[in-house]
């Protein structure tokens, strides 16, 4: 959360310079409203930290065509998982050549899309994959570039569902078989293994597990004098509750420390960084129920909004619209409509006390908000909205009951 971005002004809560409570007054509620200034200052931030390496955001923490655009101007390449990844990511406005597409499982359908548009690195996670990606590739008369991605068998810090680098994970590929693989595919004319890709899991709390990868595979970069690239994949946090968590320089600099003395082209994939605190979720309240100690505040967003604290147990911080400087405060749990008990917003949090008709803006949902948003409940997705200092307009629009049944024959 950052108060600069999302702050009181004459009684009301801002992003940027947009008075929130007029623009939920325009559009309904819930919706969700990103600040443009806070995301592309984010991936300024990081471009700072890592002068040298290419920045290719994460589509997966939010894929809004018109922030991603934003991104892209500013200098963003772009990670993409699926196929679908890759056409919005044209569609934002990335050349193919500056995706790099990734992702445990691609389809043969969705690799042939992928050789034909011409994206520039294909993440590879296993040995089929790349027999796939081969035979793909002569068929098609490409050769793609190819990275590698290593399991490095290391325990990130992170919530299990998030920790991708541990052996028992589904992602990469063990030491031993990269090196196999490398062997058989050295001389290949169908594809090009030109980097090695490792990334250890999301809302990384700690450092050392990083370097400790990277040092894992720098056996491999040291012995394949092909292998001139080295993606780190994503994975710095941030602060949800105003927890300490390692900056991007602390990042930068370990991995410097790492890398000293090493000519390789570095490649990173942020998405939550950039992202997640440049975007909020505004509910509105429907009713107050008590209960023992508290209240039960009813809204209209649950967890096809945001599903983080149902899947991960995740913290949001909740925000009025209006400024509670003179309220008095109650203990609240602030939930949704959805039928399942997990559909809480925000457990356990002190609230000035809300009434019926009172907006909340849950903080931070800017990443794997969204894009985890689901029709549960034959719920219409919310509008998302895009502010840009004192303008704002609404880059999504809100579903209508009609897009519920659109596809259905
Ligand atoms: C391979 C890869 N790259 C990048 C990311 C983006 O991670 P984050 O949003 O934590 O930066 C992920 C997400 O887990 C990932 O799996």
Same mark, same amino acid.
């Given at each position: 959360?950052?108060?600069?971005? &999302?702050?009181?002004?004459?009684?009301?809560?801002?992003?940027?310079?947009?008075?929130?409570?007029?623009?939920?007054?325009?559009?309904?509620?819930?919706?969700?409203?990103?600040?443009?200034?806070?995301?592309?200052?984010?991936?300024?931030?990081?471009?700072?930290? &890592?002068?040298?390496?290419?920045?290719?955001?994460?589509?997966?923490?939010?894929?809004?065509?018109?922030?991603?655009?934003?991104?892209?101007?500013?200098?963003?390449?772009?990670?993409?998982?699926?196929?679908?990844?890759?056409?919005?990511?044209?569609?934002?406005?990335?050349?193919?050549?500056?995706?790099?597409?990734?992702?445990? *499982?691609?389809? %043969?359908?969705?690799?042939?899309?992928?050789?034909?548009?011409?994206? *520039?690195?294909?993440?590879?996670?296993?040995?089929?994959?790349?027999?796939?990606?081969?035979?793909?590739?002569?068929?098609?008369?490409?050769?793609?570039?190819?990275?590698?991605?290593?399991?490095?068998?290391?325990?990130?810090?992170?919530?299990?569902?998030?920790?991708?680098?541990?052996?028992?994970?589904?992602?990469?590929?063990?030491?031993?078989?990269?090196?196999?693989?490398?062997?058989?595919?050295?001389?290949?004319?169908?594809?090009?293994?030109?980097?090695?890709?490792?990334?250890?899991?999301?809302?990384?709390?700690?450092?050392?597990?990083?370097?400790?990868?990277?040092?894992?595979?720098?056996?491999?970069?040291?012995?394949?004098?092909?292998?001139?690239?080295?993606?780190?994949?994503?994975?710095?946090?941030?602060?949800?509750?105003?927890?300490?968590?390692?900056?991007?320089?602390?990042?930068?600099?370990?991995?410097?420390?790492?890398?000293?003395?090493?000519?390789?082209?570095?490649?990173?994939?942020?998405?939550?960084?950039?992202?997640?605190?440049?975007?909020?979720?505004?509910?509105?309240?429907?009713?107050?129920?008590?209960?023992?100690?508290?209240?039960?505040?009813?809204?209209?967003? *649950?967890?096809?909004?945001?599903?983080?604290?149902?899947?991960?147990?995740?913290?949001?911080?909740?925000?009025?619209?209006?400024?509670?400087?003179?309220?008095?405060?109650?203990?609240?749990?602030?939930?949704?409509?959805?039928?399942?008990?997990?559909?809480?917003?925000?457990?356990?949090?002190?609230?000035?006390?809300?009434?019926?008709?009172?907006?909340?803006?849950?903080?931070?949902? *800017?990443?794997?908000?969204?894009?985890?948003?689901?029709?549960?409940?034959?719920?219409?997705?919310?509008? %998302?909205?895009?502010?840009?200092?004192?303008?704002?307009?609404?880059?999504?629009?809100?579903?209508?009951?009609?897009?519920?049944?659109?596809?259905?024959?």
């Amino acid at each position: 959360m950052n108060d600069s971005i &999302f702050h009181y002004h004459n009684g009301s809560l801002y992003a940027e310079d947009v008075d929130l409570m007029t623009l939920t007054d325009e559009v309904g509620t819930p919706c969700y409203v990103y600040s443009q200034g806070r995301a592309v200052g984010n991936l300024k931030r990081l471009q700072t930290a &890592f002068p040298d390496a290419e920045i290719h955001y994460s589509l997966k923490a939010n894929a809004n065509l018109a922030l991603v655009r934003a991104l892209i101007d500013a200098g963003a390449g772009l990670d993409a998982v699926s196929g679908g990844e890759i056409y919005k990511g044209v569609q934002a406005g990335a050349l193919p050549g500056d995706i790099v597409f990734a992702g445990v *499982g691609k389809t %043969e359908q969705e690799l042939r899309y992928a050789l034909d548009m011409g994206v *520039g690195w294909f993440n590879v996670e296993s040995g089929h994959e790349l027999a796939r990606l081969a035979r793909l590739a002569q068929q098609m008369h490409k050769r793609p570039r190819v990275c590698l991605r290593i399991n490095p068998d290391v325990q990130a810090d992170t919530h299990q569902y998030i920790s991708t680098g541990h052996a028992a994970a589904k992602f990469g590929i063990p030491l031993g078989e990269a090196r196999d693989l490398l062997e058989k595919h050295a001389e290949s004319d169908s594809v090009a293994v030109e980097g090695i890709h490792t990334h250890i899991g999301s809302q990384l709390g700690a450092v050392d597990q990083t370097a400790e990868a990277i040092k894992t595979v720098l056996p491999l970069l040291d012995e394949y004098s092909d292998l001139k690239t080295l993606n780190i994949g994503g994975g710095f946090p941030v602060s949800y509750t105003g927890e300490v968590v390692p900056s991007v320089e602390e990042f930068a600099s370990t991995i410097r420390s790492v890398l000293a003395g090493r000519d390789l082209h570095l490649i990173i994939e942020p998405g939550r960084y950039v992202v997640a605190d440049a975007g909020a979720l505004i509910v509105e309240v429907q009713y107050i129920k008590h209960a023992s100690g508290g209240v039960i505040v009813v809204t209209d967003g *649950g967890m096809t909004e945001l599903i983080r604290p149902a899947l991960y147990g995740a913290t949001h911080e909740v925000m009025t619209l209006h400024d509670p400087s003179s309220s008095e405060f109650v203990k609240s749990l602030v939930v949704g409509p959805v039928c399942e008990s997990a559909d809480i917003l925000r457990a356990e949090v002190v609230l000035p006390a809300p009434q019926p008709g009172d907006r909340l803006a849950i903080m931070d949902v *800017g990443a794997y908000g969204a894009v985890m948003g689901s029709n549960y409940n034959a719920r219409p997705r919310p509008p %998302e909205i895009l502010v840009n200092t004192d303008d704002w307009r609404v880059t999504r629009r809100r579903e209508r009951y009609e897009d519920l049944i659109a596809l259905e024959e």
